[in-house]
């Protein structure tokens, strides 16, 4: 069985400051590891992907995100948020075989100005 | 390139009756996923195809229903709509499937409204 735990349903940040989003996980085999972007009234778009090559994973729009076994984690952050990154923010983890991805329940971020 | 495509974008269907949903990969693509997304939630897996065949099903009860085609576009089927079947639903598709992972490239999602 494979999980996602995402903390923090909402998150608020001021422009040009540090956005965390934090995402444990929960998977019986190696797993893979995500994070996807949603933007209102649009599907989604992957940010990023971890599938165990190096443990500090960069995306695009200057998020990165690290793996780390010991803690089952895999937070995303970004050192300066944008106006533009305002969106839903989804962790989600697949195991080999089929392409199950299974997500988070998201976390709304708001970037005040 | 053109991504994956959906359609319809939005409708509405009153309880008991069926509706059917389309999606076309990316050129190239084999696999299709199916995801249902309740206003609030994540994304929740359905099915997953390739090469016409299932590959995967999600706790979905049987009023869904899928199948894909020789040119890899697919249909997701219910049955007997229910208020609680209201949501946005995502078709991804990938180039393959199994040993590994392949990367999903989602569509714009049909929204499907019950009353």
């Known amino acids: 069985a494979q999980s996602v735990t995402q903390l923090g349903s909402h998150v608020s940040v001021s422009e040009g400051a540090l956005v965390l989003l934090r995402c444990n996980y929960s998977s019986s085999v190696p797993p893979y590891l995500f994070w996807y972007v949603q933007y209102p009234n649009q599907g989604l778009q992957l940010l990023l992907k971890?599938?165990?090559?190096?443990?500090l994973v960069k995306g695009i729009n200057g998020f990165e995100a690290e793996f780390k076994k010991s803690e089952t984690s895999f937070h995303l952050t970004k050192p300066s948020a944008h106006m533009s990154d305002a969106a839903e923010y989804f962790c989600a983890v697949a195991s080999g075989g089929y392409q199950k991805v299974t997500f988070g329940i998201g976390t709304k971020l708001q970037v005040i100005p | 390139d053109a991504g994956v495509t959906q359609s319809p974008t939005h409708l509405i269907k009153t309880r008991g009756q069926h509706v059917t949903l389309r999606c076309s990969p990316i050129?190239?693509?084999?696999?299709v996923s199916w995801y249902q997304q309740v206003l609030g939630q994540g994304p929740q897996f359905i099915f997953q195809y390739y090469e016409k065949e299932e590959r995967g099903r999600g706790n979905f009860p049987d009023r869904f229903s899928a199948r894909q085609f020789p040119n890899y576009s697919s249909e997701l089927n219910v049955n007997a709509l229910l208020l609680g079947d209201s949501a946005l639903y995502l078709c991804?598709?990938?180039?393959?499937?199994?040993?590994?992972?392949?990367?999903?490239?989602f569509g714009p999602g049909t929204r499907l409204t019950v009353t």
């Open positions: 971890y599938t165990s090559a190096a443990t």
């Open positions: 991804a598709s990938s180039l393959a499937s199994g040993g590994g992972f392949y990367e999903q490239y």
């Open positions: 050129s190239g693509h084999k696999s």
